[in-house]
């Protein structure tokens, strides 16, 4: 249960809540597929709330206007400065003096016509399930390595110690362009990327957890009664590390959120034309002064799930922070 005194937890759990269940919800949510090219001539940089009417011909095919109107045995198109004339025998969807379907762009369309709205929620899905899938790798990586250089001491950590000491000499971005770079592009690569570049400080976290208490009265008092060092790793040492690597966890995710969007922005993360909110800002940069809403509006995805997960951090440690919780008390 959430402590009703901690508002950073609790604005934190919320805004997580809310942005999994439109990931979750995308195919419900979305007004339209996100993949969708539906007359992209009149469609293209269409501003928010724009409304569209749809005409779909004997042919199954879609097109676009901003008016309608029904003259005679034609009906005229009006589709930004040219008007299309077409027979109202091949229209299949007539109704009274127009047609019976519309396209609402709420949040605008991009330069193909597709609609933003659900680019964006579909995005999410993807920059959501790609963090969190390269965080559990990260944390599967760093927990054991971790755990391994702080029990074992010796010769043990000081191999692991000097491999995590040298990978974290090198920037996280940077390693992830040399690896994105190098390996083919695919989501499951993508993961392996962003995973096994983060991996170092949740190592160093956990053994420095470890060391700390291989010196409490418990372990030793377990290490006195002959238990094996296994199980004591397994029973006493992990479970009571793992606090401060959760409330860590939380925090790392949004900076693997923006590394992907960053490798996404750069065309080496997640490829078209599955979206991705970095991708969605780099199909918007050169058109930043005329369609801004194309790069905008994943822009605030991204920074409002930064947000969210740093908010989410910020209430786990002030919860679990001893030093903190003795002086709230």
Not at 126 to 145: D, K
Not at 186 to 202: D, E, H, K, N, Q
Request: no cysteine.
């Amino acid at each position: 249960m959430l402590d009703r005194r901690n508002p950073l937890l609790r604005a934190g759990a919320l805004l997580v809540t809310l942005l999994g269940f439109a990931a979750l919800a995308a195919p419900w949510l979305a007004p339209a597929d996100p993949a969708a090219l539906e007359d992209p001539a009149a469609s293209s940089y269409r501003p928010p709330l724009t409304r569209l009417a749809a005409v779909r011909t004997v042919d199954g095919r879609w097109l676009l206007a901003d008016r309608v109107a029904r003259t005679g045995d034609q009906l005229i198109l009006t589709r930004r400065d040219e008007t299309v004339s077409l027979p109202a025998a091949s229209v299949a969807n007539l109704a009274g003096d127009g047609v019976s379907d519309t396209r609402r762009f709420v949040l605008g369309s991009d330069h193909l016509g597709r609609d933003v709205l659900s680019r964006v929620l579909y995005g999410g899905r993807v920059s959501l399930a790609v963090g969190t899938l390269a965080l559990l790798l990260a944390l599967t990586l760093g927990v054991a390595v971790g755990a391994a250089a702080g029990a074992a001491g010796g010769w043990v950590d000081l191999v692991l110690m000097r491999a995590v000491d040298a990978m974290l000499a090198f920037p996280t971005l940077l390693l992830a362009l040399a690896a994105a770079a190098l390996l083919r592009n695919s989501l499951a690569v993508l993961i392996f990327i962003l995973g096994g570049t983060a991996w170092m400080s949740v190592a160093r976290l956990v053994r420095g957890e470890v060391l700390a208490l291989k010196e409490r009265e418990f372990v030793l008092a377990a290490r006195a009664a002959g238990v094996r060092p296994l199980r004591i790793l397994w029973r006493h040492l992990l479970p009571n590390a793992l606090t401060p690597v959760i409330v860590d966890a939380s925090l790392r995710i949004g900076d693997l959120i923006l590394v992907e969007a960053a490798l996404s922005f750069l065309g080496l993360g997640v490829q078209p034309p599955t979206p991705s909110w970095g991708s969605m800002i780099a199909d918007g940069r050169d058109a930043l002064a005329t369609a801004w809403w194309v790069a905008v509006f994943p822009g605030v995805a991204i920074a409002l799930a930064v947000v969210a997960f740093n908010l989410l951090g910020d209430g786990l440690r002030d919860r679990y922070d001893p030093r903190l919780a003795t002086a709230r008390r």
